[in-house]
């Protein structure tokens, strides 16, 4: 089945470092992908994302490249503040499809 | 402003008793949806519904129900039937059809159970 995988949190950096989440992908066809992220308490929102192979998505100083030899979309961003702080989720959504298939979750910890 | 709006935030279930979480959204959206947020094992699909009076079962549908009467209006019930329903609900919106391109999310219920 359409499954979503992520690295396991949580996540600890200081300000200011560099930041990877790993994500990578099992579909049939060729799905949308999608990165949500959660701050506490709170529902999701889009971050951003990318429809077919090679697009990258971009916000916030987020990045994510959709990689169809490698199934992966994974999110990178180069200086995180503490306000990164959240839960972040990779998705997919499949092309004839309204559902959406979410990882896991990664806890993200941004200290000062 | 246009949202999904979720009530309560926070609700209590007593043995064998039904709740009903609230979800409307003034967004104009076709498709709503439920799901059930469980530490460490992100988003699971209890319901859908893509048109008024017209709903799907999710991945973990079992020990839930829905209706769909009103197009804002996608409320979830807990039975008792649900033996292990604390968790935090979540509840989504999106235009219909195959131009899905996001989900718009509500703040969430976290039920638990006394």
């Known amino acids: 089945g359409d499954s979503v995988t992520q690295m396991e949190g949580p996540v600890t950096l200081s300000e200011e470092a560099f930041l990877t989440i790993n994500c990578t992908y099992t579909a049939t066809g060729y799905p949308s992908l999608f990165w949500y992220v959660q701050y506490p308490g709170e529902g999701l929102q889009l971050l951003l994302k990318?429809?077919?192979?090679?697009d990258k998505g971009s916000n916030k100083g987020f990045e994510a490249t959709y990689r169809k030899e490698t199934t992966s979309f994974h999110l990178e961003k180069g200086s995180v503040q503490v306000s990164d702080s959240a839960v972040y989720f990779c998705?997919?959504?499949?092309?004839?499809?309204?559902?959406?298939?979410f990882g896991p979750g990664t806890r993200l910890s941004v200290l000062p | 402003d246009g949202g999904i709006t979720q009530s309560p935030k926070y609700l209590f279930r007593k043995e064998g008793q039904n709740v009903t979480l609230s979800c409307e959204q003034n967004l104009n959206h076709d498709a709503m949806y439920w799901y059930r947020q469980d530490p460490g094992q992100g988003l699971r699909l209890i319901y859908y519904?893509?048109?008024?009076?017209?709903?799907q079962k999710g991945d973990i549908a079992e020990g839930y129900s829905v209706s769909r009467e009103k197009k804002e209006s996608f409320p979830l019930t807990v039975t008792s039937a649900q033996k292990n329903p604390t968790a935090f609900y979540l509840c989504a919106s999106s235009i219909g059809g195959q131009r899905v391109e996001k989900l718009f999310f509500g703040s969430g219920t976290q039920l638990s159970v006394l």
């Open positions: 998705a997919l959504r499949l092309p004839y499809g309204q559902n959406f298939v």
């Open positions: 990318a429809t077919k192979a090679d």
């Open positions: 519904s893509q048109i008024v009076n017209d709903f």
